[in-house]
């Protein structure tokens, strides 16, 4: 699978404050490593939809391109790249619905403490410190 997934991409090296994609640009995977596997852009990949924002890069990145066509056939072709796909997608789409819940239900205080719990458990701290886990 990876050396079919090689095949399809370009590599592209990008300075910080670059532009990855438009909103309303034709949708590619943009694959950039943030932690183990991560990327941005891959819902409209799916769909037929444009991108909706702009994404710009933060720092300098490097950066796997794989236009939508190419995706889609490795799609087609390799039901494990096809089910590990999903499954990032439904871990996102999860993200954002807690989010959006997160918005529309908890006070400012609660939305500003689920924040630092976040962040501290980003951090690798415990978001309780004297209690164990």
């Known amino acids: 699978m990876r050396s079919e997934l090689f095949?399809?991409?370009?590599?592209?090296?990008?300075?910080?404050?670059?532009?990855?994609?438009?909103e309303g640009d034709e949708s590619l995977l943009l694959l950039r490593i943030f932690g183990p596997r991560e990327s941005v852009g891959e819902l409209p990949v799916v769909s037929t939809m444009t991108y909706p924002a702009t994404a710009m890069t933060?720092?300098?990145?490097?950066?796997?391109?794989?236009?939508?066509?190419?995706?889609?056939a490795l799609r087609r072709t390799d039901p494990v790249?096809?089910?590990?796909?999903?499954?990032?997608?439904?871990?996102?789409?999860?993200?954002?619905?807690?989010?959006?819940t997160e918005?529309?239900?908890?006070?400012?205080?609660?939305r500003l403490a689920?924040?630092?719990?976040?962040?501290?458990?980003?951090s690798g701290s415990r978001p309780y410190p004297g209690k164990e886990s």
């Open 103 to 110: 918005l529309s239900l908890k006070s400012i205080e609660g």
């Open 7 to 22: 095949k399809k991409v370009t590599l592209k090296d990008w300075p910080a404050g670059e532009v990855l994609f438009r």
């Open 81 to 100: 790249f096809a089910e590990r796909s999903l499954g990032t997608i439904s871990r996102k789409a999860r993200v954002l619905q807690e989010r959006l």
């Open 114 to 122: 689920s924040f630092l719990v976040r962040i501290s458990l980003l």
């Open 58 to 72: 933060v720092a300098k990145s490097r950066i796997w391109l794989i236009p939508r066509k190419k995706l889609d």
